[in-house]
């Protein structure tokens, strides 16, 4: 319809007197374009999602998680590993402006700031290309992102004394000693029980005393002039008690 100078009317914005509710057409009206979400959807979900935790299951019962001797809170000398997805924050910890004085900086500023990064990165560049060279922002913050993660983490991986961690977490076989022997006696007069246990299994200061390769005189001489964090002169009894005592724990060694 057209009236005066080219005005021209091409819709009606009419409101109707009586709302209809807004109701979506069914998924049949769409055929071989859509599905029912139950049962045909949702099972297909299910279906899949059974393969992947049979895959887990199977993963697990032919690769165990590897275990460690009982957790010691006392042990002080221990040092924890976390998971790999956690090593990066685990390296960030190491540097200088984020460890000791500065760890609320390493383990939580520079943590919020990058996962703040993150967030605010769908809200900085609105564009609407899905292209990933067509929003620069957003692609930049996340290529920043996986590659700070990675070499934090190849870098926690390459630094770290995997064969340290693995000995001082072995399960190590213990027996129980005799404690009414001359032996054990003389290792509590000379406060040997105190630091490496009343069962010679070891502690926090100190390495278990059972399944070593020592011989009866080279305990000896560790007894007199000590090594590692164990000083000289910790033995104050007579040689005859010594050798008493060096034979005693050279019996709960490796044969």
Known sequence: ?????????????????????????????????????????????????????????????????????????????????????????????????AAGPYTVIGAFIMPGIAGGALLLAPFIDKGPERRPLKRPVATGFMLLAIASITFLTWESVAHHDWDAAKKQGAIVKTVQVDKEADGYKIAQTNTCLTCHGENLQGGPAAPTLQNMSYTPEEIAKIAREGKGAMPKGVFKGTDEELKKLSEYIAQYNKK
Not at 13 to 31: C, T
Request: aromatic fraction near 18%; hydrophobic fraction near 40%; charged fraction near 20%.
């Open 1 to 97: 319809m057209h009236r005066g100078k080219g005005m021209k009317f091409v819709g009606d914005s009419r409101v109707p007197a009586v709302r209809k509710p807004n109701i979506p057409k069914d998924y049949s009206e769409y055929p071989g374009k859509t599905e029912a979400f139950w049962p045909n959807f949702l099972l297909k979900e299910w279906m899949v999602g059974s393969v992947f935790l049979i895959g887990y299951l199977c993963l697990t019962v032919a690769h165990p998680s590897p275990l460690e001797r009982m957790a010691d809170p006392t042990d002080t000398g221990y040092i924890p590993l976390p998971d790999w997805y956690f090593l990066f924050l685990y390296q960030l910890l190491k540097y200088t402006y």
